[in-house]
């Protein structure tokens, strides 16, 4: 009778661990691009400034154009129209908004937004300028 002293044993692939891993992968790389795509916005010459500081993520751009039109995430709004989607956004006190305007916008256009989502309850307004230099 011969003796063994090492089994041998079939090799077993252990499929449910590593579905979970890939699934747990699948969902982090998911989240991560997520944070990753760029909010699109308009081409505009913004104006510059010397003080100029990146600031977190907005949660919305409003873009101002030339002739006074608002475009939020690609949509044209008018004012009214701004101001009631800002307030339907939850929490309109936790929105960050940026504010890019072109640089032949009219001041007093650019004044009109900024009431406008004063008066939907957001306080966190950012301006959005390009570095001089």
Known sequence: MERRYFEQKKGRVEIIPMIDIMLFLLVFFIM??????PDKGLNLQLP?????????R?????NIEKDGSVNVKGHHYD??????MLASDGDPGKTQITIAADKGVPFQDF?????????????????AAKTSG
Do not use: N, W, Y
């Open 32 to 37: 991560i691009t997520l944070q990753m795509i």
């Open 48 to 56: 510059t400034s010397s003080e100029a500081q990146s600031l977190p």
């Open 58 to 62: 907005p949660h919305f751009t409003i």
């Open 79 to 84: 004012l009214d129209g701004l101001q009631q």
């Open 111 to 127: 004044i009109h937004v900024m009431d406008r989502c004063q008066k939907a309850g957001v306080s966190d307004i950012g301006i």
